[in-house]
């Protein structure tokens, strides 16, 4: 499998000049726009859907500049018969990555009443670009509405998912993380570089085994502060000493990474210099492609989901800040008033699992029960029945026991606090946090998938 660094998106100057007219004033194509202005290309819809699929494979929400260069490209493509069906994806792109298709000269494709949309376009306003090359907001031009009816953009407008995970994490989520310091006991704050970082790949090995050679083998060429040692130490062994690393390797890696997933271990020969199949087994030449192939197509699609990643990764801080909250409020609550405290901090700490186990168990409805129950028997309109039996209360709700932090670390951090100066239960940011995870981000991720689903 060859790993080609040229991308798809890749056009001529002139195309690429044309194309920046035909591109939206605000930097990005969603939504409504989208599917007007790929309308114009008259293809059918499941055309356009798959479209969209390739253009957006990082599942942003939305088309960058480069994005809508690809969808123009395979706009162009289908339009001259190219099949864009789900059975051929993945080998159409292969295709249009080879030789076979050359970009660079690859026609315009064929819009519809484009030429009025332009001159419409100029007339309302110019595209120009910022100083770092990007599009700018404040030269937004709404193709597909009058100049009327333009409003202007809210503050709380939201552009894409990473963007609306960022206000979600500013409005509901980090208020939750302050009140109960969840930076000091679980991971620091979240900043606008921790949503936008690019994915990164580490790459690690012991001296002169392989990693610059792998790293030039990607880039089919040499980089700056490349050196590859003298004498390489991988360059003979058999193949019991192959396989049993391999195996040692993966053994080892289940017990250091805290997945419940077999970590994968890939076997293969990643330079330059063609297998030598006289000195591998009858299989071996074909095991070695095949992992490779395997490692190259992950890789490639690091970048593509690295979006369903950090939702993922945002949904599991919400929880675990959460339960943090629970339990820093259940500490709290366990304080005396006036006399003991240190002593009851003492007891807290010495028994802090049994603790855990409280707040995962504990019906804190108990009390507002028993609230309500006192204020209705003051105007004597309860039961007594009620009143000594009463009703069979939730308990708190989705607290699992393998979302609990661990209790060493916790009592280790929680040693350097006063209990007694935490905050209690606040219901509102707790309801504020469950209304992210059951509605907000649910709906995030609605507006933002493809347009022809």
Request: proline content about 5%; hydrophobic content about 40%.
């Amino acid at each position: 499998m060859e790993f080609d660094t040229r991308p798809i998106n890749r056009c001529s100057k002139r195309n690429e000049k044309i194309y920046q007219d035909w591109f939206n004033g605000d930097g990005r194509l969603i939504g409504k726009d989208v599917t007007n202005f790929l309308a114009m290309s008259n293809l059918p819809r499941e055309d356009l859907k798959q479209v969209w699929a390739i253009a957006d494979s990082k599942r942003q929400g939305f088309l960058g500049f480069k994005e809508f260069i690809t969808a123009m490209q395979l706009v162009s493509l289908a339009q001259v018969g190219h099949a864009l069906t789900s059975d051929s994806l993945n080998a159409e792109v292969r295709t249009f990555q080879s030789n076979a298709v050359d970009f660079e000269n690859l026609q315009l494709p064929k819009m519809e009443g484009l030429d009025g949309l332009l001159s419409k376009k100029k007339r309302v306003a110019k595209w120009t670009p910022d100083h770092n090359g990007s599009l700018s907001l404040s030269s937004r031009a709404n193709w597909f509405s009058s100049s009327k009816s333009a409003k202007k953009v809210p503050s709380d407008y939201v552009t894409s998912i990473i963007d609306g995970l960022k206000k979600l994490y500013v409005k509901k989520l980090k208020p939750l993380e302050v009140t109960y310091h969840f930076n000091d006991f679980v991971s620091p704050l979240l900043a606008n570089s921790d949503f936008d970082a690019k994915p990164m790949v580490m790459l690690l090995g012991q001296y002169s085994t392989g990693k610059t050679t792998f790293i030039k083998h990607l880039l089919r060429t040499s980089y700056p502060g490349a050196h590859i040692g003298p004498e390489p130490t991988t360059d003979r062994f058999v193949v019991v000493m192959l396989m049993r690393v391999y195996g040692a390797l993966m053994w080892s890696l289940g017990k250091v990474l805290n997945t419940p997933e077999v970590s994968r271990v890939y076997i293969g020969s990643f330079n330059d210099i063609p297998i030598n199949e006289d000195l591998t087994w009858p299989l071996g030449k074909e095991l070695f492609e095949k992992e490779q192939d395997d490692l190259l197509t992950d890789l490639k699609n690091i970048p593509k989901k690295a979006c369903d990643r950090r939702i993922n990764e945002f949904v599991k801080r919400a929880r675990a800040a959460k339960i943090h909250a629970y339990i820093i409020s259940h500490l709290k609550k366990e304080m005396p008033a006036m006399m003991g405290k240190a002593k009851t901090q003492k007891r807290l700490m010495d028994n802090l699992e049994n603790e855990f186990v409280k707040v995962s168990v504990t019906p804190y409805s108990l009390t507002l029960y028993r609230l309500i129950t006192m204020l209705l028997g003051l105007f004597k309109n309860v039961d007594a029945c009620c009143m000594s039996n009463p009703p069979k209360l939730k308990k708190n709700t989705h607290l699992p026991a393998g979302d609990f932090p661990n209790v060493e670390h916790f009592r280790e951090v929680l040693n350097g606090y006063n209990i007694d100066k935490f905050e209690k239960l606040k219901p509102k940011l707790i309801q504020a946090v469950d209304d992210m995870l059951g509605y907000d981000i649910p709906e995030l991720l609605k507006n933002f998938k493809n347009p022809y689903d």
